[in-house]
């Protein structure tokens, strides 16, 4: 049986339209974006496997083109589908940020990072660039290492800053291990910028350490 032949009040798209996305299931939503199943499982069977296969929603969305390429039924344009859907989530949440006070808004700004960082499967340092009312001009990626560490150059971000004429900056990166608690050398690594990007007037205003269910904040934390 297709979706189509379900009651038109279970069908998930007509759900979405008349009681809102909330509602729906993961593999509702996830069956929306693969648009179709495979010969005598529906798109949500087919989604309901997929997530099981890879261990939940989040493990699904990381995997790479070839393992999520590897499962029946799905190739290209389904992982396609994912991946721009996830691009288009973490591009609002930019703008979102955009907006207003990145520094005054820590929720949005910590969910911006989880989007950008979380998923790497090495460390990944990155930088929110700010003007003097702590608005996003630019947010880069700039170094990238092993899933043990990234070695952070002071001078290219000093470099950046300058290029963006930043007032301000928020730090932040990844631990692929999952654990979010800043090590030595991060708090080493955040003494060292924040004298560096002094010397110009640019402040640190905070360095966020993204885990896997968690991200730590050096500013709640009194680390700054």
């Not at 989604?47 to 969305?61: M, T, V, W, Y």
Request: hydrophobic fraction near 40%; charged fraction near 20%.
């Amino acid at each position: 049986m297709t979706i189509r032949d379900w009651p038109i009040s279970e069908q998930p798209r007509e759900k979405l339209v008349k009681q809102g996305s909330s509602v729906l299931s993961d593999a509702e939503l996830l069956a929306l974006l693969l648009g179709n199943g495979t010969k005598g499982k529906s798109a949500v069977t087919l989604a309901r496997q997929l997530i099981k296969e890879f261990g939940g929603l989040r493990a699904l969305c990381d995997a790479s083109y070839n393992s999520f390429c590897e499962q029946p039924g799905v190739g290209l344009a389904g992982y396609g589908k994912i991946q721009a859907t996830l691009e288009l989530g973490r591009r609002y949440l930019f703008e979102t940020i955009s907006r207003g006070d990145a520094f005054e808004n820590p929720s949005i700004t910590r969910r911006f990072l989880c989007a950008k960082l979380r998923h790497h499967c090495q460390e990944v340092f990155g930088v929110l660039f700010l003007d003097n009312a702590h608005r996003v001009i630019a947010f880069e990626e700039l170094f990238h290492g092993t899933i043990n560490g990234a070695s952070v150059y002071p001078r290219v971000v000093l470099q950046r800053a300058l290029a963006h004429n930043a007032a301000a900056v928020i730090l932040a990166h990844n631990h692929p291990s999952g654990v979010a608690e800043p090590s030595t050398a991060d708090k080493q690594i955040t003494d060292t910028l924040s004298t560096v990007l002094s010397l110009v007037d640019i402040r640190v205003l905070d360095h966020f350490v993204i885990g896997e269910s968690e991200a730590v904040s050096f500013a709640e934390r009194g680390l700054l």
